[in-house]
């Protein structure tokens, strides 16, 4: 069980372009779900904490009108990274919580490369 | 910001027990530890986590010092799979994860 499912796995797109990342609880209803990033070789960082029905909150330095995040079921949120830039690719990676003091359960993340 | 340290790599004979350390001396009363792995390329995988009591499930055993200020993974019989890199982290209320930098752990044939 708690199984969450990231679309796409991979993509690539020119720059300029909008590109939107689906995160998916398929098992169970997830109160919260979170975005991070990824950089070769380096650690998980997190983007913005999403709860199902209002606004993302994001982490300082994370520009929110870049990365527009989308919380619209208990199952469903999505991401959103508008005119993409290369600097932009990355490995973006979800998860999903079904309560509060309970672990997080990531996607398999989506690599993204933006020419 | 991360609140956990631990050592960056680590080596293990494969078929022996894997025991990896974490720090988190600011840790508070109310904040579980967890512990998840990340095989490259794939999002992290959730081992276990505890609050003040040891823990122990099919994968792992978690033991956490009785001032709470740091806590130790067990893979009693580490295989070749169990290669990838071992995340602590610790979290409040607010459920959100800061990642430290991770142990990577190779497990030698």
């Known amino acids: 069980g708690a199984v969450v499912s990231q679309h796409p796995s991979w993509v690539i797109c020119k720059s300029g372009t909008s590109v939107k990342i689906e995160c998916r609880s398929l098992?169970?209803?997830?109160?919260?779900m979170f975005w991070y990033r990824q950089f070769p070789k380096q650690s998980l960082m997190l983007m913005a904490t999403?709860?199902?029905?209002?606004?993302?909150?994001?982490e300082q330095g994370v520009e929110k009108d870049k990365f527009l995040i989308n919380h619209a079921s208990l199952t469903l949120s999505t991401l959103t990274v508008t005119s993409a830039h290369p600097e932009d690719s990355s490995f973006y990676i979800c998860?999903?919580?079904?309560?509060?003091?309970?672990?997080?359960?990531f996607g398999d993340g989506t690599r993204l490369s933006i020419l | 910001d991360a609140k956990t340290t631990q050592p960056p790599s680590m080596d293990c004979a494969e078929g022996r027990a894997a025991n990896l350390p974490c720090n988190h001396s600011?840790?508070?009363?109310?904040?579980?530890v967890y512990w998840y792995r990340q095989i490259h390329s794939q999002g992290p995988q959730y081992i276990i986590h505890?609050?003040?009591n040891n823990e122990t499930n099919e994968m792992a055993s978690l033991i956490i010092t009785e001032d709470r200020k740091s806590s130790t993974l067990i893979l009693p019989h580490a295989t070749l799979r169990d290669t990838a890199v071992y995340y602590c982290?610790?979290?409040?209320?607010?459920?959100?994860?800061?990642f430290g930098t991770g142990t990577s752990l190779t497990v030698i044939p």
């Open positions: 998860s999903a919580i079904q309560g509060a003091g309970q672990p997080q359960h």
């Open positions: 098992d169970f209803q997830a109160t919260t």
């Open positions: 999403s709860n199902e029905g209002s606004k993302a909150t994001y």
């Open positions: 600011t840790i508070s009363g109310n904040e579980y």
């Open positions: 505890g609050l003040k």
């Open positions: 982290i610790s979290t409040g209320t607010g459920n959100q994860f800061y």
